[in-house]
């Protein structure tokens, strides 16, 4: 078959996922038409008109292929040539453990790669209604903030309201602006990680007294109201910094301010009561994110309260934090196992919008997407990726392997969800390497777990991508 031959896949959406569905569906030989609305439309995180913006953090999370969930997928979009993982690679700020990227250069770097792609067609304008019969193949990857003529449409040919909760980004500051006479760099327990030094991050200690005024202040700050979301649920993974302290004075202790790890450079032998980690945002190194500071504060308090953590007294903000509503489908229901709307099987849906959440599963689950509809419009057949593999365990999370509570029946009961080795099937007995001559010690076992878990889904992954390999032009 030519290229010629070959009909154009539609994808709507230049997000995470839907740049990643074009690239894969590129280098299978198969053309495509990447609808993308920005600039002409924004969205409420949307900053850019570049292909795969980070909304909200810079980091696509733990790089660690060995004992991390995330890190596993990233080792397995590796192998699959994912475009948004070279770019990544490619646009690495130091990070500690993490994979962690400058935002615009890695953006700029996803746009020019698609642009300069001759079977990839970018087409800037908004779609606001379902694909017409005779576009063929699509792939909608509109994310969580997906326009709302579009998102009508999706709801009315689905019959679900699409689901919506609560999501939140932190600020950015200005480097400049932090008090290094009070703050020091250093990642926690000094861990160097694949890019990083060990002094990765700006920490701001504090003393009991400031950290009980830092939370009063918190809970009194004036808060954006949102009426029309009301009972509306937050994603736990992304709660705000102020409703996390509303749970208990302790709560941020053991969160995202907990002091353990980290010794104050200028005061050795003071213990901070709580730390306030920054996390560098631009290759530059010109500005750093509060790393866990999602809020909802009113800008004016966003200022005056993160004003009074020690360091940044005349802290200058890059960014304030926001709230967002996010939407996805009901999966579980409504897609096939190969991410195809049962009700029109000549549309399938990718990234956040099908329940997966965050960045990397995003770009994960468009890479998928991506392979399914290239192999469909090549004539050939391609299995899911194994559960057991990264790739399957989140697609069967969204495809199937959730279940439904009797707790809370229904769609609400499927939540978005980041990959973590619980979606993994369990191991074989006697998977796991034991220790020569004696019992397990402390957490060695669940270490040894998570590595024999990590080596089954890699093998897996590469034999599926080995299997899939006759049909790809790479
Ligand atoms: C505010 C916020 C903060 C977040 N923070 C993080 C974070 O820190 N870390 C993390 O890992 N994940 C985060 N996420 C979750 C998620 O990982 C990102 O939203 C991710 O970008 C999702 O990828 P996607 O490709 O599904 O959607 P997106 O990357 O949002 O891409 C969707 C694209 O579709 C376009 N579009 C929408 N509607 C239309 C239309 N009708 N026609 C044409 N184009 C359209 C949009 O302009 C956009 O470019 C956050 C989400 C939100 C909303």
């Known amino acids: 078959m030519t290229h010629n031959s070959i009909s154009p896949v539609h994808i709507i959406g230049g997000g995470l996922a839907g740049s990643e569905a074009a690239w894969q569906l590129a280098r299978h030989g198969v053309p495509v038409?990447?609808?993308?609305?920005?600039?002409?439309?924004?969205?409420?995180?949307?900053?850019?008109?570049?292909?795969?913006?980070?909304?909200?953090?810079?980091?696509?999370?733990?790089?660690?292929?060995?004992?991390?969930?995330?890190?596993?997928?990233?080792?397995?979009?590796?192998?699959?040539?994912?475009?948004?993982?070279?770019?990544?690679?490619?646009?690495?700020?130091?990070?500690?453990?993490?994979l962690a990227v400058d935002r615009e250069a890695f953006s700029d770097a996803v746009t020019k790669a698609l642009a300069a792609?001759?079977?990839?067609?970018?087409?800037?304008?908004?779609i606001t209604g379902l694909p017409p019969a005779d576009w063929g193949r699509t792939i909608i990857a509109t994310g969580p903030l997906t326009?709302?003529?579009?998102?009508?449409?999706?709801?009315?040919e689905t019959g679900e309201e699409a689901l919506a909760f609560f999501d939140a980004i932190a600020p950015i500051l200005h480097t400049d602006?932090?008090?290094?006479?009070?703050?020091?760099?250093?990642?926690?327990?000094?861990?160097?990680?694949?890019?990083?030094?060990g002094k990765d991050y700006i920490n701001c200690p504090m003393d009991k007294a400031q950290y009980e005024a830092f939370i009063a202040a918190l809970i009194a700050g004036d808060k954006t109201t949102f009426h029309e979301w009301e009972g509306t649920p937050y994603f736990d993974g992304c709660l705000p910094i102020e409703v996390m302290a509303e749970r208990g004075p302790e709560t941020l202790r053991h969160g995202p301010m907990k002091p353990m790890g980290l010794t104050n450079a200028h005061k050795l032998d003071e213990k901070p009561y709580a730390v306030v980690q920054l996390r560098q945002d631009n290759a530059l190194g010109t500005l750093y994110n509060m790393v866990g500071f999602q809020t909802k504060l009113r800008y004016g308090e966003q200022t005056r309260i993160f004003r009074m953590i020690p360091g940044l007294e005349n802290a200058e903000f890059a960014r304030l934090g926001g709230l967002h509503r996010n939407t996805y489908l009901n999966s579980p229901l409504l897609l096939d196992a190969t991410l195809r709307l049962k009700s029109r099987p000549d549309i399938r849906f990718a990234g956040q919008i099908t329940g997966c959440e965050g960045y990397v599963e995003s770009a994960a689950i468009g890479l998928l997407a991506g392979r399914f509809a290239a192999a469909?419009?090549?004539?050939?057949?391609?299995?899911?990726?194994?559960?057991?593999?990264?790739?399957?365990?989140?697609?069967?999370?969204?495809?199937?392997?959730?279940?439904?509570s009797d707790d809370e029946p229904g769609?609400?009961?499927?939540?978005?969800?980041?990959?973590?080795?619980?979606?993994?099937?369990?191991?074989?007995?006697g998977a796991i390497e034991k220790p020569e001559g004696r019992r397990f010690r402390g957490k060695e076992k669940a270490l040894a777990k998570k590595n024999a878990m990590a080596r089954r889904a890699l093998a897996a992954c590469a034999e599926w991508l080995e299997e899939a390999r006759p049909q790809a032009a790479e």
């Open 177 to 197: 602006s932090i008090d290094m006479s009070t703050c020091w760099f250093q990642s926690r327990y000094d861990k160097i990680g694949p890019g990083g030094t």
């Open 411 to 429: 769609k609400r009961s499927f939540q978005p969800m980041n990959i973590n080795f619980g979606l993994f099937p369990p191991l074989d007995p």
């Open 33 to 98: 038409i990447l609808h993308e609305m920005r600039p002409l439309r924004g969205t409420d995180a949307h900053k850019t008109d570049g292909l795969a913006e980070l909304v909200c953090s810079n980091s696509f999370r733990s790089d660690d292929a060995t004992a991390n969930a995330v890190g596993v997928i990233h080792a397995e979009m590796r192998l699959a040539g994912s475009l948004i993982m070279r770019a990544a690679d490619a646009n690495q700020v130091p990070a500690g453990g993490a």
């Open 376 to 404: 469909e419009a090549l004539g050939v057949k391609l299995a899911p990726p194994p559960p057991i593999s990264a790739f399957g365990a989140l697609l069967n999370h969204i495809t199937g392997g959730h279940l439904v």
């Open 147 to 156: 326009a709302p003529d579009l998102a009508a449409a999706i709801s009315a």
């Open 117 to 126: 792609e001759p079977l990839i067609t970018i087409s800037r304008e908004e």
